[in-house]
């Protein structure tokens, strides 16, 4: 039997910070939704003025009026 694992990627594109792009691997899809509120928590406070345009159970997605956001997505993934 294949283990399927959970990835959150993390990306942070914002004109005062370097673009951030972080991925942290999960055996547990609990956790890693977990992990996924946890870093909306964190990292939304780099948007203040932003807008959720996307927030599923999977995928978190915040703009700005300047363009910059904030993506987060959970993705399942069983080795070949």
Do not use: C, R, W
């Not at 959970?6 to 055996?27: A, G, I, N, R, W």
């Amino acid at each position: 039997m294949k283990q399927t694992f959970y990835l959150v990627s993390v990306l942070l594109e914002h004109s005062d910070y370097e673009t951030t792009d972080k991925h942290t691997l999960y055996t547990d899809f609990h956790k890693a939704l977990k992990a996924k509120e946890a870093e909306i928590e964190e990292y939304s406070l780099y948007l203040p003025n932003g807008y959720v345009s996307e927030d599923t159970q999977t995928i978190f997605q915040m703009i700005d009026n300047d363009g910059y956001s904030l993506t987060i997505v959970v993705e399942e993934i069983t080795p070949q």
